[in-house]
């Protein structure tokens, strides 16, 4: 089956540890994003690519890092300088690069202990 | 920058009821408007999206309606059933553009 898997689907970091979330899409996809997502709120745009080997900043992307290496693979990094890393991270994909109908994974919780 | 303020933030129903959700928006350059379903745990789903030259699309119990001179799009979702039971995020955007802005969601309860 096609689809978005990220993985672990639960992180616990300590303070002062980067972490790196997982997301891989076997739909062939071309613009692959991460959101993050607090209690109570919309989802909110960390970084997005259009295509392999770039990558442009979202509306927070201060404390993350990405990497698009491969078309099915767009890896998100927490570094410790994320203040308030503690949320419910989500990957996205989309065939069309203007970003339209884009399908999610199931999500990462982080949680900073 | 855009701006998509989404209502009611909590909506209880009965069983069979009808649901209406309602968001704003503040871009007239947006022209895409999808809507999402978001269980508990689990990522969001695209159910129902809609372009600006259209006005209205239904698919089975639900359908959504956009008024683009006042920029308001709703959602409608008819003989509610439990499964409905669910957060659910509208979002704009804008041809050629990568920012999907999401409003702040609505929990939607349907009790039996």
């Known amino acids: 089956d096609g689809g978005i898997t990220q993985s672990p689907k639960y992180l616990f970091r300590k303070e002062g540890q980067n972490v790196t979330l997982s997301c891989e899409q076997n739909l062939n996809h071309d613009a692959m994003y991460w959101y993050r997502q607090d209690p109570g709120q919309g989802l909110r745009l960390i970084y997005y690519s259009q295509i392999v080997n770039d990558f442009q900043k979202g509306d927070i992307a201060e404390g993350y890092s990405v990497s698009r290496e491969k078309k099915e693979s767009f890896p998100l990094t927490v570094t410790s300088a994320q203040k308030n890393p503690t949320a419910f991270y989500l990957c996205a994909s989309s065939a069309n690069r203007q970003g339209f109908g884009a399908f999610f994974g199931q999500g990462t919780r982080l949680t900073v202990v | 920058g855009e701006n998509v303020e989404q209502h009611p933030s909590t909506l209880s129903v009965q069983e069979g009821d009808s649901a209406v959700i309602k968001c704003t928006y503040s871009?007239?350059?947006?022209?895409?408007f999808p809507w999402y379903k978001q269980e508990l745990g689990k990522g969001p789903q695209l159910i129902i999206d809609i372009r600006s030259n259209v006005g209205e699309k239904k698919d089975q119990r639900i359908a959504v309606t956009l008024n683009k001179t006042a920029k308001h799009f709703s959602l409608h979702i008819t003989e509610t059933q439990p499964e409905d039971s669910a957060v659910y995020f509208c979002?704009?955007?804008?041809?050629?553009?990568?920012?999907?802005?999401f409003g702040a969601g609505t929990r939607l309860f349907v009790k039996a």
């Open positions: 979002a704009a955007s804008i041809t050629g553009g990568f920012k999907t802005i």
């Open positions: 871009d007239s350059a947006s022209n895409y």
